[in-house]
T-cell receptor
């Protein structure tokens, strides 16, 4: 089974609107971390947000928030008030507990296009 | 500024000519790793290192070598590059957690390698 699944290969959003990028994960480890990265066309990987499996609250970083639904094993990224500069590939990723620390699982990515 | 520095950003080389992609981090991270990113195949781990003189294979190690003689540096060596090693390469680092959060990666800016 895929560890990280991103089912939206591409999405469009109107500037200034909010958008949700989907991510589901699969693990039996009670300790894990979920991450979102942004990859603009220039190629670099930029860390956006982190959610730990034991965190009670959903993570937020500026315009980014993570909608963490543990029972559903989903970790959707919400971008509020989209900007043109948000156009990029977005990757969801997971790292499992300390016993499997060397593995970092990435989804296949969602390409977001923000329309003016 | 805390960062992972990769060089070069772009490299075009010929088949069989040995090359080294350098990676250096200034955050005193124990863990470092190399990935390659290819369209349709996502990010795949090549090698990783848990500390100085401790390295291990990832998912796609064939054709690559690494060394970790100092904590800050983790070069990727292609002894005899071939066209199927044309890819976007990332170096990444993170702390190893003793307690608490599972840390995400800090990525280098990437190296676009073309082997002709």
């Amino acid at each position: 089974a895929q560890k990280i699944t991103q089912t939206q290969p591409g999405m469009f959003v109107q500037e200034k609107e909010a958008v949700t990028l989907d991510c589901t994960y699969d693990t039996s480890d009670p300790s894990y971390g979920l991450f979102w990265y942004k990859q603009p066309s220039s190629g670099e990987m930029i860390f956006l947000i982190y959610q730990g499996s034991y965190d009670q609250q959903n993570a937020t970083e500026g315009r980014y928030s993570l909608n963490f639904q543990k029972a559903r094993k989903s970790a959707n990224l919400v971008i509020s008030a989209s900007q043109l500069g948000d156009s990029a590939m977005y990757f969801c990723a997971m790292r499992e507990g300390r016993s499997n620390f060397n593995k970092f699982y990435f989804g296949s990515g969602t390409k977001l296009n923000v329309k003016p | 500024e805390a960062q992972v520095t990769q060089n070069p950003r772009y490299l075009i080389t010929v088949t069989g000519k040995k090359l080294t992609v350098t990676c250096s981090q200034n955050m005193n991270h124990e863990y470092m790793s190399w990935y390659r990113q290819d369209p349709g195949l996502g990010l795949r781990q090549i090698y990783y290192s848990m500390n100085v003189e401790v390295t291990d294979k990832g998912d796609v190690p064939e054709g690559y070598k690494v060394s970790r003689k100092e904590k800050r540096n983790f070069p990727l060596i292609l002894e005899s590059p071939s066209p199927n090693q044309t890819s976007l390469y990332f170096c990444a680092s993170s702390p190893i957690p003793l307690t608490g959060n599972l840390y995400g990666y800090t990525f280098g800016s990437g190296t676009r390698l073309t082997v002709v």
